[in-house]
């Protein structure tokens, strides 16, 4: 075996698990690091002017890849400053390798922090390097516990003397693959006579889908069904929206969608079963109620029966378990059930046109508001976008109005942040671009969420990444605005009350457009729609990063229908 340094280890472990990206912010702890990468110009070190930045970077390249990124920080400053969206990572199940340097294993007296334990609680393993010998054994390890089902990021730290000191290692990547966790045979044929005598199903789907490319095999199984199709979370595409079984978000805790859920008699749940609001739900009141059965599939147990009452429980891929469930199901709906589902997919049919017609009406409503509406924004953005765009959504309360102005049918063509800490989307934008370098990726930023990660714009520019931002420019925290309503009126039980809205709007205007030109990126202000459309389509052939800042309306009003 060669006799090699520790850092020289770590980026030839690097380089054998096939990692094409550092993002990163380094400090003197990493001096080491950054001197061994003036070796090895195939690696590309992507430097980020916030932590935050580099955590939304690679966690959207490795859910774009679905392989693992490759994250370095400074010490527990810059750590603790990445580790609101290291949260967004462990919710959602991000492959991401974490890692930070520390001070030599020998200065525990002078207040050496323990940065694996600091991680521990937002990580799927966290673990200290002390020795140059240990570097490539705890790559491989790390690299494989990210990749290996239930996914999640992991963390590991190098002591100062570990990267120094000279040892001999044997360099050989983790290269182990691991087949798809196949569902218990029993738990299938349980599961497949349950749904085989509900008249009502309908099914939540979750990230989870989109992950394991499970999109076709569900979209099979509701038709089969004639189901109900909701989504817990839309963080990636995982059930098309066009379609007429589908009906949009729903928020799990809340008295509507508990009523919702309640009036079927079978919910089937995949992948997390999880709500971003519980501040307003009540802790007492289930989703649904206790005589609507429930099937949940996960290829993580640990998310199976842990806060519902579970009839049955399949721990295994999305993919293979529904393409199982559906086999099973084949063999046992009776024609009369085949004309039951028929009979439901039609009269979904019926509800879809009436939603799409609301839709309409609500942006024909809003057609002529000043500021423009988000329903105006988002059509106008809509038509200006070539058919192999790539959304990166961190939009916040324009969400709703993005997802009636376009359609995601198309897996990889939306992704979004998840587990609620904002500033995602600027890195993440980036992420996604690397991964997919021959595609246009546009990202729509709230403001509120955009001003967490703003040094991102520098980034952009500096690596020269193309990505078109445009900023839903509301001047406030809006959603922290519809929150203190639905406070007032579900748990205070006072609708009729006025908030002042305390810490929520922004007084001091943001100039977007001179940030962005500060930070070497071209910039535009807009606050007449008819703009958007021409001015989008001329920043997208730039194929170089730009910001287009839209001015749209902020208040708290009742959105027609």
Known sequence: MPLLTGKNALIQMLKAEGVEYIFGNPGTTETPIMDELENHGDLQYVLVMQEGVAMGMADAYARATKKPSFVNLHIETGLANGMSLLHNANAGGTPMVLTAANLDIRELAR???????????????????????????????????????????????????????ETDVDIAPSGATYPLLQPDVNSITKAAELISNSTDPIIIVGDKVGESNATLEVVKIAEMLGAKVYASSYAEMNFPTSHIQFKGAIKLGFPESHNTLSSSDLVIMIGKLSTGYYMFSEPSLEYFDKTTKFVHIDNDGNHIGSTHKTDVGIIADPKVAIKKLTDALETLLTAADKISAKNRRELL???????????????????????MSSYRMMHEVARSLPKNIIVSNDSVTSSDALYDAMNFDIPGSIYGGRGGALGWGIGGAMG????????????????????????????AANSNIPVVYVICNNQSYRVLKLNMDIYKDVVLNDAGSHSEYLGMDFETPIDMVKIANGMGIAGKNIEDPDEIFPELRKALALEKPALLNVRIDGSIKNIPT
């Open 111 to 165: 207040g050496r922090t323990n940065l694996s334990k600091m991680v521990k609680e937002l990580t799927k393993w966290s673990t200290s390097v002390t020795h140059a010998d240990q570097i490539p054994s705890v790559i491989r390890r790390a690299f494989k516990e990210a990749i290996t089902p239930p996914t999640g990021p992991v963390f590991i730290e190098f002591s100062a003397n570990s990267l120094d000191d």
């Open 349 to 371: 049919a019926i509800e879809k046109e009436k939603a799409l017609k609301l839709s309409k009406n609500r942006l024909d409503k809003t057609w002529n508001d000043k500021p």
């Open 432 to 459: 996604i671009k690397l991964a997919y370098p021959d595609r246009p990726v546009i990202a729509l930023e709230g403001d509120g969420s955009a001003m967490m990660t703003i040094q991102g714009l520098w980034t």
